[in-house]
């Protein structure tokens, strides 16, 4: 099938949704994460088809690899989907004019979202599961190395549709090829907006080749700021946990910034990284201080690369600042407005923090890995925006819809 015939069955798709009601929508839903936790076995078959040909040393492994556990984790998230309510239908403002119009503001879909994104087949269930929800069609491309998962996953999709008689193009997995891409990203007439989830590299390709709107998302460049006044151990552990927890993903830490005044602290702050053997690369003060206090062979100087770099993976760059002036200065040159966090227990540099900081998600004494859709109670994610427009942060239902207007008379006409 060629890809415009594809796009012209997804847009197709996309009209009927407005006649499936919500409760047939949750019916799918519920019926798909069953379905997930009853097709372990075979998920777990044809995601090792993809593991096999991947370097487990590749920092994508972990975001490739399907488990039993996580496949129970994603059913669990679609059924929480399915008990949200639907952000179809609300009505944003409503006015009634002086001449009599009643003009409302009401949320409707987005209509054909395309997404492409790199080893990570757990997007191709959450991206259907919002979409769905929120009335819109999707048209997913995905990476080559999860070729298998992805199939697998999308077989699954559409077996949950046909079971209700419902259009088999609400959802639809393009294949892993190059044309597919490009095909997808000037598709004018039959997409309505395009959401990267990946690398940098990926985004900006995106950004730079599109003839249809983009929503950006996904890297992630964080930092920590180590204030004067923070708790070492509190700090320790947020560290620890922003960059170990998971190292592949988009709120992974990748630079800690230290108050100078800090820097007598700096072993204790960085011992707990070891254990995972997380590679450091710090500037000379950095340097000096840990140099005989943390192993050797993963302890390196600091370079015009380390910063600003998203290293996905158990890499992390350390930066010493003079005061809370130099780090917003660092986060400014090299963030990615992603996500960044300060330790500290001054109220009026937390403030300042808060406040100046330009990034879609600003924590205080928190770990950055809570930049997460389910964290922030809106359920699974299409990604993090990291841009302004549209959506900021977790995009999640209430951010895959649009509006429209809507204006009741009884014979009006305008002079």
């Known amino acids: 099938m060629q890809f415009e015939d594809i796009f012209k069955k997804v847009k197709a798709a996309s009209v009927s949704l407005s006649k499936i009601s919500t409760e047939t929508i949750n019916k799918v839903l519920l019926f798909l994460a069953d379905e997930a936790e009853q097709q372990i076995a075979f998920l777990l078959e044809e995601n090792k088809k993809d593991l096999d040909l991947m370097s487990v040393n590749d920092p994508k492994f972990d975001r490739l690899k399907l488990s039993e556990q996580r496949i129970k984790d994603i059913a669990a998230d679609i059924r929480n989907v399915a008990t949200l309510p639907s952000p179809l239908g609300k009505i944003l403002s409503e006015k009634q004019m002086p001449n009599g119009l009643k003009i409302s503001k009401i949320t409707v879909p987005l209509g054909v979202i395309g997404i492409i994104y790199e080893a990570r087949p757990n997007v191709t269930f959450d991206v259907f599961a919002l979409c769905f929800k929120a009335g819109n069609a999707c048209v997913l491309k995905g990476g080559s190395d999860a070729k298998f998962s992805n199939a697998a996953i999308i077989s699954i999709i559409k077996k949950s549709l046909i079971a209700f008689g419902l259009n088999e193009f609400i959802a639809e997995l393009l294949l892993p090829e190059r044309e597919a891409t490009a095909a997808l990203l000037t598709a004018r007439n039959y997409v309505d ?97 840990v140099e005989n206090n943390y192993p050797a062979h993963l302890l390196e100087h600091s370079n015009e690369t380390s910063y600003g770099t998203e290293f996905l993976d158990y890499k992390l760059a350390i930066k010493t600042v003079a005061n809370i002036d130099e780090a917003l200065q660092h986060i400014y040159q090299f963030g990615s407005k992603h996500s960044e966090s300060i330790v500290s227990n001054d109220v009026d540099n937390i403030a300042r923090f808060l406040n100046e900081v330009d990034a879609a998600a600003v924590y205080s004494n928190a770990s950055t890995a809570f930049t997460d859709g389910a964290q922030f109670g809106l359920g699974a994610e299409i990604g993090i925006s990291t841009q302004k427009l549209h959506a900021r942060g977790p995009m999640a239902l209430d951010e895959i819809v649009s509006y429209k207007w809507v204006i009741e008379g009884s014979g009006q006409v305008r002079k």
Do not use: W
């Open 193 to 289: 907006v395009i959401i990267p989830r990946g690398s940098k590299a990926l985004i900006d390709y995106v950004a730079d080749n599109a003839r249809i709107p983009v929503i950006e998302t996904g890297a992630g460049i964080v930092h920590v700021f180590v204030d004067e006044t923070a708790d070492v151990e509190m700090a320790a552990a947020i560290i620890n946990n922003s960059k170990t927890r998971r190292v592949s993903v988009c709120n992974a830490l990748d630079c800690v910034i230290v108050h100078e005044k800090q820097i007598k602290n700096l072993v204790a702050l960085v011992k707990p990284l070891a254990e995972t053997n997380v590679v450091i690369y710090a500037d000379d003060t950095a340097y000096k201080t």
